[in-house]
């Protein structure tokens, strides 16, 4: 499938620091969702964003779907210890299913 | 307690092997999928299945096979032909057939060469 680019790789912050992961198409996106998957864990299904210049919040959580349905991007206010793991973007649509990018892998320090 | 269960957790191969992963699902979806997730590679779709008796090759199917004999099972056989097998092998369903559904994910199987 079509590929969705997400940066940054990796990214260290201090616990209380905010973080940001994009997700970036060449193409038009017909939908984004978002997983977070938590160390020696499985991805768990965050969000779902159709419509263009969506943004939608989940209690530190903003996402965010662009205008012109290329990319999307994924904010946490404060973040807490709790946030560690990987946040993978993954587009929806194709004919074989979602097609996942890279993740972002959040490394929180206290 | 529903949900997606995998096993075995952990599994090793020897050269020459083929091994079967197990994937159940009491969620009564009729979608389901299995994705290879590497270091540093995200998910990548090996195979997936619509409906019973049905499935379709993903991005990376070569030297994998499956069967899809009951809505609620999906075993994958990693066959001896897959050179490189080491890699955490992700489950998944969804509810319907059509490919905008968010997944639900199994705890994964750890797969390991000897």
């Known amino acids: 499938g079509q590929q969705v680019m997400q940066i940054p790789q990796y990214q260290h912050v201090q616990e209380g620091e905010d973080f940001t992961t994009y997700c970036n198409s060449s193409?038009?996106?017909?939908?984004i969702q978002w997983y977070k998957q938590r160390p020696g864990g499985h991805p768990v299904f965050l969000i779902q964003?159709?419509?263009?210049?969506e943004v939608k919040k989940q209690k530190r959580l903003t996402f965010q779907f662009g205008e012109a349905k290329k990319n999307s991007s994924l904010h946490i206010t404060a973040t807490q210890t709790t946030d560690v793991g990987t946040y993978f973007c993954?587009?929806?649509?194709?004919?074989?299913?979602?097609?996942f990018g890279k993740g972002t892998h959040l490394i929180i320090q206290p | 307690d529903g949900g997606i269960t995998q096993s075995p957790k952990y599994l090793f191969r020897k050269e020459g092997q083929n091994v079967t992963l197990s994937c159940e699902q009491n969620?009564?979806?009729?979608?389901m999928y299995w994705y290879r997730q590497d270091p540093g590679q995200g998910l990548r779709l090996i195979y997936y299945?619509?409906?019973?008796?049905?499935?379709q090759k993903g991005d990376i199917a070569e030297g994998y096979s499956v069967s899809r004999e009951k809505k609620e099972s999906f075993p994958l056989t990693v066959t001896s032909a897959q050179k490189n097998p080491t890699a955490f092998y992700l489950c998944?369903?969804?509810?319907?057939?059509?490919?905008?559904?968010?997944?639900?994910f199994g705890s994964g199987t750890q797969l390991s060469v000897l």
């Open positions: 998944a369903s969804s509810p319907r057939r059509v490919h905008n559904e968010k997944l639900f």
């Open positions: 193409t038009t996106l017909s939908n």
């Open positions: 964003l159709v419509k263009s210049g």
């Open positions: 993954a587009r929806g649509g194709g004919a074989d299913g979602l097609t």
């Open positions: 969620l009564n979806h009729d979608a």
């Open positions: 299945s619509q409906i019973v008796n049905d499935f």
